[in-house]
């Protein structure tokens, strides 16, 4: 409640807001002080009990400036009743025959949400991808390319560009099909254009292996302690400048792993990050020298790192 001078009590008084009717009353008389007056807070009900599955929420979305309309157009459903179903069916049809620029665009950013919620990404990775994708189909038009490369790309440059880098092999897996060729050629078109748009050399972000470290680890359900102690290895690792973050990453997971009571298998250190066996073992064999520099020593001793095996 707050206070509201009175004209009949003569003074300020506690006023009472009835939001039903959108009247302002005093608290003491009961005059109404203020009628029909506009609640301009946020409408937070949305009916969802009083409509079954539905849920018709009486706001739109956010607009978009990337689409010429804002994205705040109206689009008429598919009817799903059997009446007005001559109206709507009219008006569809009608829909259908005028032409939408954003059309294109539309099914595009729907594509590039379902993978980045397929993938876990944050918002603005989503919008830097959607960003990414408008400015080549602006400047070129996409016919005749891979358009789930083409997405899947615009897709990883985003992550890059967020420093959320994901590997290839992870954005290949919610592609609709797209091969790792595929989107690695899509990719190298995409910085081409935007380079040349540009007028300049495109940031993609620096890869580490510690950036994909923890998700890794998460995968293959090590515990804090170890998850710790490959953080600080691949942090080290870093001074080496030996093989690939992915491969380099693996490699330590696999050493810290030997050096605990839950040892994992190579197959499946590889399953969860993506790399290739063999390449695990080349990346081993490049860290083993170093891995009482690496591994912590509150985590392993000497003796134990002198008894690591090869995979």
Not at 46 to 56: H, K, Y
Not at 191 to 202: A, I
Not at 287 to 311: G, I, R, T
Request: hydrophobic letters at 35%; one cysteine or more; charged letters at 25%.
């Amino acid at each position: 409640m707050a206070d509201s001078f009175c004209p009949d009590c003569k003074r300020p008084t506690e006023v009472v807001f009835d939001h039903s009717a959108g009247d302002t009353v005093c608290s003491e008389c009961g005059l109404v002080l203020e009628a029909h007056s506009i609640d301009e807070t946020s409408e937070w009900r949305t009916f969802a009990n009083e409509s079954g599955d539905n849920d018709p929420v009486r706001v739109g979305g956010p607009s978009n400036p990337l689409l010429a309309d804002g994205g705040l157009s109206t689009v008429i459903s598919k009817p799903n009743g059997s009446s007005g179903d001559l109206l709507n069916s009219s008006l569809g049809r009608w829909q259908n025959r005028g032409a939408n620029p954003d059309r294109s665009l539309i099914q595009a950013f729907k594509t590039i949400a379902t993978m980045s919620d397929r993938l876990g990404l944050v918002a603005t990775i989503k919008d830097r991808a959607n960003e990414i994708y408008k400015k080549v189909e602006d400047q070129k038009p996409l016919r005749g390319r891979n358009q789930d490369a083409i997405l899947a790309a615009c897709l990883y440059i985003a992550c890059r560009q967020e420093d959320k880098p994901r590997t290839v092999k992870e954005i290949c897996s919610v592609a609709n099909g797209a091969t790792k060729k595929e989107i690695g050629r899509a990719k190298e078109y995409i910085v081409k254009q935007l380079e040349v748009e540009m007028g300049q050399s495109m940031e993609m972000g620096t890869i580490h292996a510690g950036d994909f470290l923890r998700r890794f680890c998460s995968h293959l359900g090590m515990s804090h302690q170890a998850v710790k102690a490959a953080q600080e290895a691949v942090q080290k690792s870093e001074e080496l400048d030996i093989r690939s973050p992915i491969s380099i990453a693996a490699a330590v997971i696999y050493i810290i792993t030997q050096l605990s009571d839950d040892k994992k298998l190579l197959k499946d250190i590889s399953l969860a990050t993506g790399v290739a066996e063999g390449t695990i073992r080349n990346s081993y064999k490049d860290l083993h020298p170093h891995a009482s520099k690496l591994v912590p020593s509150w985590y392993a001793k000497v003796e134990d790192l002198k008894n690591l095996c090869s995979p």
